[in-house]
């Protein structure tokens, strides 16, 4: 396996502008995670796909983020009119398995800067 | 919503002292998992548990699954150097009934600096 990808690695934007991000999970890996991490904090769950399903996407989540999984492998998420307060680490993770006995593989993260 | 306690927030050790770090959670986990975590990377799995009681190791860690499910603690032996990170728990529901048992709840770290 070569690990979960994450592009790009940085980004900054101004105010206003979408971004949008990518990550390439581990090969046969059917669930695929997004989280965000601000600086001196765990991070903390967006949302989540189960092949190409979304399944859960938490209150953070504002109408603004949109998430995507097309043909259950990548997925992207889109951030439009960015705030400031969108600024954070944004990782992907992946998993496979039954609940009970997965374990999520997390990426180098996409860490976002708005000014 | 579930929140975990991760305790200490920072750690200042010598090189080749033990270290242990825990975390404790207001509500059950079936899943608990430690993670490391370099500045500007993602979180990389240290060890996975998933039975309360489990007591698991992976080279100087160990790490115990707690029996009321709602703690966990990890250990390091013998630090060295290149242990300086930051240490996150995660707890996860991890039933096989759908909705949001799949995610993970992460502690705020412990931050651990060894002075060589």
């Known amino acids: 396996d070569t690990g979960v990808s994450q592009d790009p690695r940085h980004k900054i934007t101004k105010r206003g502008q979408n971004v949008t991000f990518r990550c390439d999970p581990i090969?046969?890996?059917?669930?695929l995670y997004w989280y965000r991490q601000t600086l001196g904090q765990g991070p903390e769950f967006l949302t989540y796909?189960?092949?190409?399903?979304?399944?859960?996407k938490s209150r953070l989540l504002s109408d603004r983020f949109s998430a995507e999984r097309p043909k259950g492998s990548f997925s992207t998420l889109e951030i439009q009119r960015t705030e400031q307060g969108d600024s954070a680490m944004y990782l992907c993770?992946?998993?496979?398995?039954?609940?009970?006995?997965?374990?999520?593989?997390f990426g180098p993260g996409t860490r976002l800067l708005v000014l | 919503g579930q929140q975990l306690n991760q305790s200490p927030q920072s750690m200042f050790i010598q090189e080749g002292e033990d270290v242990s770090m825990n975390c404790t959670s207001s509500s059950i986990f079936n899943t608990w998992l430690w993670y490391k975590q370099d500045p500007g990377e993602g979180p990389v799995l240290l060890i996975a548990l998933y039975k309360a009681g489990e007591l698991t190791s992976n080279g100087r860690l160990t790490a115990q699954f707690g029996i009321t499910r709602k703690d966990s603690f990890l250990n390091i032996s013998a630090s060295i150097p290149s242990d300086v990170g930051i240490y996150f728990c995660a707890g996860q529901l991890s039933v096989n009934s759908g909705g949001s048992n799949y995610k993970l709840t992460f502690g705020k770290g412990t931050l651990l600096t060894v002075n060589p």
């Open positions: 090969s046969e890996h059917n669930r």
């Open positions: 993770a992946s998993s496979r398995g039954l609940a009970g006995s997965e374990t999520q593989y």
């Open positions: 796909f189960q092949n190409e399903a979304q399944l859960e």
